[in-house]
């Protein structure tokens, strides 16, 4: 994931993964964040798992952390 890491604008993000053809990413914005961060996520998750995937951004200005106290930056709910 360090390529999402590099996005410009996003400080902290956490992706969820729902189905295998839907991600929904939770991000805290950093200075720099525009409607071409958006795009630049969007564009990368696309590229590393395919182009049909369906991709929901949220802003928010905190991440929850877990129980043991990190920020898991990725999820997955999908059923194997």
Do not use: H, W
């Not at 410009?8 to 939770?26: C, K, M, N, Y």
């Not at 200075?31 to 996520?41: H, T």
């Not at 802003?59 to 059923?79: F, G, Q, T």
């Amino acid at each position: 994931m360090n390529r999402v890491k590099r996005t410009p604008g996003i400080s902290q993000f956490r992706l969820v993964q729902q189905a295998p053809d839907r991600i929904e990413a939770t991000l805290v914005a950093a200075e720099g964040y525009s409607a071409s961060s958006s795009a630049a996520l969007t564009a990368t998750l696309r590229d590393i798992m395919g182009e049909g995937l369906e991709v929901e951004i949220t802003e928010v200005k905190d991440l929850p952390v877990d129980p043991n106290r990190k920020i898991r930056s990725m999820i997955c709910n999908v059923k194997a």
